[in-house]
């Protein structure tokens, strides 16, 4: 004589099979279908933009720029050096403004970077600036991220 405990197990057992059975006669997924990822390749914004004179940063200064959806801080700590920042603060994504005593400034909390590295200087501001490449070409700024 079989047990209720067999009995029941042996249903849960068949149960659990059947369903693991019809799972993986599913169809099987092997990756997005060529022409989407081209097409999603498409869309994606340029990695490097022209985004103005370098004589609109002056020395020891800095100045803010559009490159495609981006707000970009760039400084210039010394004549024909220049350093590109994301403009959005750290520590609650206001654009920084402008640069005083050497330092990037947010008017929002009254965070401080430092103009040459983006590092924190004093304020809310839980990290550094981020960077980003920057090239001068002729007398234009182009960015890279």
């Known amino acids: 004589m079989l047990s209720r ?3 029941l197990s042996s249903a849960l057992g ?3 099979a059947a369903t693991l059975a019809a799972c993986a006669s599913g169809t099987q997924d092997t990756g997005p279908n060529p022409s989407e990822t081209a097409e999603a390749e498409d869309n994606q ?3 490097s933009f022209v985004i103005g004179a370098a004589s609109e940063v002056p020395v020891g200064g800095g100045a803010k720029f559009r490159a495609g ?3 970009v ?5 010394t004549s024909g050096e220049f350093r590109a920042f994301d403009a959005r603060c750290t520590h609650a994504g206001c654009a920084v403004t ?3 005593s050497q330092q990037i400034e ?4 009254g ?3 430092n103009f040459e590295t983006g590092d924190v200087v004093s304020g809310p501001a839980p990290r550094a600036l981020g960077k980003l490449t920057i090239n001068q070409v002729g007398d234009q700024l182009e960015v890279s991220f």
């Open 45 to 47: 914004q340029p990695s």
């Open 14 to 16: 068949t149960a659990a």
């Open 111 to 113: 965070a401080k970077y």
């Open 73 to 77: 801080f760039v400084t210039q700590p």
């Open 98 to 100: 402008a640069v005083v």
């Open 69 to 71: 959806d981006t707000e």
């Open 5 to 7: 405990r067999i009995v």
């Open 106 to 109: 947010c008017p929002c909390h």
